[in-house]
């Protein structure tokens, strides 16, 4: 038996009088946030039930009212900012998309080697002098040597054949690469290297978009250099 009358009324009587489901209630599901209904019902709740002797002061009315703007405009910019991280999402995708079937520059230590065909790489010489890559199969074993002249600071492309010292095709496969620059003093410095490859696919991670090149593996869309 329930009482009218203070602590001994019943719960459920209090959320039916604020138009709101008592928590136990299969009527509706739990809310774990208010949101703005929820906040303009519970203030029209306060303004009924305020004493008429001591009635709600202004300010705490638009210290209220401030407040619901304030989750409001939070809200709003939440689904704002989804929006964009959604449209920007799809948009990297297209991107990804478009470059399947397009080679890529990107860098790698890698080379791979199809049954016919060159390799071509990229290096950035600090200045005038020699470019040398090294080309080592799956065994460390150096099948050949790559000389370019740099006749100033800047990009340096090399291509290899496919072939040994020997002038004997290679097999297919990847192939490790190693650069270094020899400038007119003798002094010696390694290089990064960038080699050009063809995109198969493209994979769409938690982190960003990956594209899927052949022979070398996954390489994020943000590596490449230059699309040919």
């Known amino acids: 038996m329930s009482t009218t009358n203070g602590v001994g009324q019943n719960s459920s009587d209090i959320y039916t009088a604020l138009g709101l489901n008592a928590p136990n209630s299969d009527t509706s599901k739990k809310k774990s946030t208010l949101d703005q209904a929820d906040f303009m019902r519970l203030m029209t709740e306060q303004l009924r039930h305020q004493d008429p002797l001591k009635p709600m002061d202004n300010t705490q009315m638009v210290a209220q009212m401030a407040q619901l703007s304030q989750v409001q405009g939070i809200t709003d910019l939440n689904n704002t900012v989804k929006g964009f991280q959604d449209s920007m999402s799809s948009d990297q995708i297209l991107r990804g998309a478009a470059l399947v079937g397009h080679e890529v520059l990107v860098p790698s230590e890698k080379l791979a080697l199809e049954k016919d065909g060159d390799v071509t790489g990229m290096v950035a010489a600090p200045g005038a002098g020699f470019v040398t890559v090294d080309i080592t199969d799956a065994n460390g074993v150096k099948v050949n040597q790559i000389s370019v002249e740099a006749k100033a600071s800047g990009e340096v492309t090399f291509d290899w054949d496919g072939k040994d010292a020997n002038g004997n095709r290679m097999a297919e496969g ?42 070398l593996g996954t390489a994020p869309i943000d590596y490449v250099l230059r699309i040919s």
């Open 174 to 215: 990847t192939y490790t690469i190693v650069a270094s620059h020899t400038d007119t003093a003798g002094a010696k410095t390694k290089l990064n290297t960038y080699v050009q490859a063809p995109v198969e696919s493209v994979t769409v991670g938690t982190d960003g978009l990956y594209l899927n090149l052949k022979g």
